[in-house]
């Protein structure tokens, strides 16, 4: 790894409160932990479609979708996940510094990189919210039809199947997906959402 002595980070004249005043809301990060099939994703897109439609800047971050550019490299073991973790967060921060509010739809299996990431922001930038839904419910909704391939094998360390899910111990929010309708779980969090961020 290169040195990082001689680095020094450069401060410019705009800071992020300017630009959260611009946009009229304050930027935080909404987290979205939970198995593959919970609705993580749909749920975090259509908060996202909700935010912008009331003038909000907002940019959601997709498992798969930082897997093909930033993550690439990195397999789904128990260490490269806690890096790709650490790169996203890292990504969500400097989005935060350009004042959005950033949704992150990924799976964040285990405690430790739950409390990774708690640990790495700084207050009222975090909420975890746990997209809750049973494996079975997740197993039957099979929306990739990666479950199938995990439980044959052919995907090794598939979250719920041959690797752990830890669900989070204290989140902000917790969505019972298979009781709640999508419209209901957007509700819960937009509400959420608006009350933290909103500027007057
Ligand atoms: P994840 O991002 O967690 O892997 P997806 O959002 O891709 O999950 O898929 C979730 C699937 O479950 C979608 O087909 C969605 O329509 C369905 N679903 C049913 N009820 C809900 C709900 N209450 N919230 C979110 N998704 C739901």
Redesign the pocket.
Known sequence: MPSQRHICKYRGNLCRSDREKRNMFRATTLWFS??????????AHKVEERLFDIGAQVYTFDGDNVRTGLCEDLSFSAEDRKESIRRICEMTKLFMDAGTICLA?FITPTHEIQQQLMNAYGPGDFHLIH?DCPIEGCEA?D?KGYYKLAKEGVIPNYTGVSSPYEAPLAPALRLR?DR???EE?VDKVVGFLLDKTRLE
């Open positions: 939970g198995l593959s099939g919970a609705g993580k994703s749909t749920i739809s997209v909704r929306v997906t709640e309708t999508v779980c």
